[in-house]
């Protein structure tokens, strides 16, 4: 926008300047022209009222510029000059105004007692434009000067007009990846300030429908308590022990995963968490590494050795390498190597799991799908995880033929 507009003012101007520009230097030209000939006209006339007198000499001496007077006798007094047909056209008795080759002549008629004199002045080109290059310059630097002010200011305008819109993009940029305390700060034109103001109304909308949401989710989750509470009692009462202990299993199980929606729930809405991806990684690999070591698998681990923090929490980023190192077990032969590495990145961090295994379809991404008999969800997880951190997951052949999933977690 700011090119654009420095584009459409530049243009704007140069129009207007040389409207304006090229009139002036013509009249700049002519006025000079007019004022050398209007010299040239006054020594001559002052010669002129010499002539028949016999301060004729001393008169064409006096004068500062080539003088030439023919008398009418035929004689020359003065430079040297040929007796061209404008000369013969003043001898007639008329003034006259005439080409020359190098510049101009004036001849102005004058009588005498022997007949009629013409005075001939001399006006070169270079004192026609003497002044005149000058003052072009003058004017172009002028019109180049009011260009470049122009541009100048068309990008001072059009900056107040693109930096409210540059934040405006950042603050939903940031809402788009899971930050909802980002807020636009109205400036700019009305029209902008308008903008932010609504966009900051929609995120704050956002905010208290997804925190409605979740409480909505965590009271539901209570009052499933109850009827739980009815099963662990029924459970109870049952006669065989057996039956009452693996119903009574059940209900505990149901209740774990109904207190993790309300944790998870109630962890949601309090915000985005972090933690530090080398920590979480290189514990959850060497939690992994038994079962390696046991089906004889060759793991390589490569991780920073300080710590990447990234704006997701530690529980699901655990969840997250789980779920890809538990694909690589549960879908590839024992004894397959396998590769972990996790990579800083100028936007977070990218972890990286790849094995030598036969690899899977990138449609095991869409979520239920699964080409092994699981429920496809593991994936699913990750992607909406990295997705939540505002980054994403990508699937691809690892150089050993096998699967390599690639995500990308963004800096807190």
């Given at each position: 926008m700011r090119r654009w507009l420095a584009l459409l003012v530049a243009a704007t101007t140069s129009l207007v300047l040389i409207a304006l520009l090229v009139p002036m230097a013509l009249l700049i030209r002519a006025v000079a022209e007019n004022g050398a000939m209007s010299r040239a006209t006054t020594a001559a006339e002052s010669v002129a009222v010499a002539v028949g007198t016999d301060e004729l000499a001393v008169a064409v001496e006096q004068v500062s510029r080539p003088v030439t007077v023919f008398l009418p006798g035929g004689g020359l007094l003065g430079a040297k000059a040929a007796r061209s047909d404008a000369v013969r056209l003043?001898?007639?008795?008329?003034?006259?105004?005439?080409?020359?080759?190098?510049?101009?002549?004036?001849?102005?008629?004058?009588?005498?007692?022997?007949?009629?004199?013409?005075?001939?002045v001399f006006v070169a080109d270079a004192e026609l434009m003497r002044g005149v290059r000058e003052?072009?310059?003058?004017?172009?630097?002028?019109?180049?000067?009011?260009?470049?002010?122009g541009i100048v200011l068309a990008d001072r305008l059009a900056l107040a007009v693109t930096r409210p819109v540059d934040g405006l993009a950042r603050v939903s940029h940031r809402l788009?990846?899971?930050?909802?305390?980002?807020?636009?700060?109205?400036?700019?034109?009305?029209?902008?300030?308008?903008?932010?103001?609504?966009?900051?109304?929609l995120a704050a909308r956002i905010d208290e429908l997804l925190v409605a949401e979740r409480e909505s989710v965590a009271d539901?989750?209570?009052?499933?308590?109850?009827?739980?509470?009815?099963?662990?009692?029924?459970?109870?009462?049952?006669?065989?022990?057996?039956?009452?202990?693996?119903?009574?299993a059940r209900v505990d199980a149901l209740e774990r995963a109904v207190s993790s929606v309300i944790t998870e729930a109630r962890r949601r809405s309090a915000g985005r968490e972090s933690c530090d991806a080398a920590a979480v990684v290189r514990e959850r690999v060497r939690f992994w590494s038994v079962l390696a070591e046991d089906q004889g698998r060759e793991?390589?681990?490569?991780?920073?050795?300080?710590?990447?923090?990234?704006?997701?929490?530690?529980?699901?980023?655990?969840a997250v390498v789980d779920a890809l190192l538990g694909n690589v077990f549960a879908h590839t032969p024992e004894g397959v190597s396998m590769?972990?590495?996790?990579?800083?990145?100028?936007?977070?961090?990218?972890?990286?799991?790849?094995?030598?295994?036969?690899?899977?379809?990138?449609?095991?991404?869409?979520?239920?799908?699964?080409?092994?008999?699981?429920?496809?969800?593991?994936?699913?997880?990750?992607?909406?995880t990295a997705e939540s951190s505002g980054g994403d997951l990508t699937v691809?052949?690892?150089?050993?033929?096998?699967?390599?999933?690639?995500?990308?977690?963004?800096?807190?």
């Open positions: 003043a001898a007639t008795g008329r003034s006259v105004t005439a080409e020359a080759p190098g510049g101009r002549e004036v001849l102005v008629s004058a009588q005498s007692p022997e007949g009629t004199a013409v005075i001939r003052a072009w310059l003058a004017l172009l630097l002028l019109g180049l000067g009011l260009v470049v002010l788009a990846g899971g930050d909802l305390s980002a807020r636009a700060e109205p400036g700019g034109p009305p029209e902008v300030r308008s903008v932010a103001l609504a966009l900051n109304h539901l989750s209570h009052r499933l308590r109850t009827p739980l509470t009815g099963l662990r009692l029924d459970a109870e009462s049952l006669r065989d022990p057996e039956e009452a202990a693996r119903v009574q793991v390589t681990v490569a991780l920073p050795d300080g710590p990447l923090p990234v704006a997701v929490g530690a529980e699901e980023l655990a590769a972990v590495r996790l990579q800083p990145r100028p936007t977070g961090a990218l972890l990286t799991v790849a094995d030598a295994g036969p690899g899977f379809e990138p449609a095991l991404l869409e979520r239920g799908n699964s080409g092994g008999g699981s429920t496809g969800l593991g994936l699913d997880i990750a992607r909406r691809s052949r690892s150089p050993d033929g096998g699967a390599r999933v690639e995500v990308l977690l963004s800096r807190p």
